[in-house]
Nanobody
Framework: QVQLVESGGGLVQAGSSLRLSCATS???????????MGWFRQAPGKEREFVAG????????FYADSVKGRFTISRDNAKNTVYLQMNSLKPEDTAVYFC??????????????????WGQGTQVTVSS
């Protein structure tokens, strides 16, 4: 099991930006670059949903329609960290944001059942 720790959440006004980070560690024999990574979020009273994903190499990224053009996912395999840059935040972006790791994936999946390990989440609150 790989450990994932998210950080960077907070309370901001609509139109602001935040950068989330997810640092990973653990699981000998499996390097960070062997994991496709995803960001998901769960708003109060709603199901957890896919936000963005990135392939192992970082060459390909995928986004939910609701965040396309505003959010950017990236990774630094040397630092074992994945990021989510969130710009032009809206109140409807308010949620707990989770990062997740999919070991050995050849593609990014929006289906959370494919992900093996999850972080504890970080709260993002956007006020209007």
């Amino acid at each position: 099991q790989v450990q994932l720790v998210e950080s960077g959440g907070g309370l901001v006004q609509a139109g602001s930006s935040l950068r989330l980070s997810c640092a990973t560690s653990g699981r000998s024999g499996r390097t960070f670059s062997s994991y496709a990574m995803g960001w998901f979020r769960q708003a109060p009273g709603k199901e957890r949903e896919f936000v963005a994903g990135i392939t192992r190499s970082g060459r390909n990224t995928f986004y939910a329609d609701s965040v396309k053009g505003r959010f950017t996912i990236s990774r630094d395999n040397a630092k074992n960290t994945v990021y989510l840059q969130m710009n032009s935040l809206k109140p409807e972006d308010t949620a707990v944001y989770f990062c997740a790791a999919d070991w050995g994936a050849v593609a990014v999946s929006a289906d959370q059942s494919y992900y093996d390990d999850w972080g504890q989440g970080t709260q993002v609150t956007v006020s209007s």
